[in-house]
């Protein structure tokens, strides 16, 4: 089974209001076991909703979204929830690490509410920082980071969970050509240590293009290329 199928997922915002906005008209896609995918959308195309629904932050109006080879559509919030917390990982544009806390303690946090031990929670954290280069930042809030170490840490929060799955929506988006090149570098490198199946929505061709395959996103329908 592919890590994560959609097929046939329909979204309008606001259905049956003069306001409507049909986003989603039918949209199929797949990432395999250790896939690197990119979505590449013009601005307002839908790939946060399309993000949003594949992690199970939103539902579709129709079709179905499969993790693992299992229905999510039919699931209670109980279970997505956990699905959510124990396969999927997700880093946006913006770091939205919690600036009262830690670097270490960001990338701790996931974890307890998982259930797992705080020793063994530093550990883990620890070593994702050291994969990427930020492991003398443990104790550093994020406002006291350079916007490429924020990124990275947020990698790690997102990977806190070995997740199966990450998604991606301008994960080096906010940062300038030069850094966004070395960070999206260390986000493959970890991804590509883990297996981690990824998709990555991206502005940027550059970065499309050094993924596995690439999906057209337009005018709420997807193509490959
Ligand atoms: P993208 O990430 O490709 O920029 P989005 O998925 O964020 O696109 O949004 C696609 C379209 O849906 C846009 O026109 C946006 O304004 C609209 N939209 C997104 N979320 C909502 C919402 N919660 N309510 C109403 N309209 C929304
Ligand atoms: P991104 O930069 O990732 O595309 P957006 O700025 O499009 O994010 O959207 C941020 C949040 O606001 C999302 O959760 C999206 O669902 C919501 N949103 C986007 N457009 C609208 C809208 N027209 N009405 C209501 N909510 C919206």
Redesign the pocket.
Known sequence: DPVLALEGVTKT??KGKPNA?EVLRGVSCTVARGEVVALVAP??AG???L??IAGL??TPDAGSVRIGGDDMVGLSDRRRTIVRRNDVGFV??FHHLLPEFSALENIVLPQLARGVPRSEARLRALDLMARVGVEDRAGHRPATMSGGEQQRVAFCRALANGPRLLLA??PT?NLDPETSDTVFDTLMDLVRATGLSCLI?THNMALAARMDRVLRMDTGTLSDG
């Open positions: 915002y606001n906005v601005s307002g790939k946060s909703t993000l949003h932050l939103d946006y544009q929506d301008e988006g929505a």
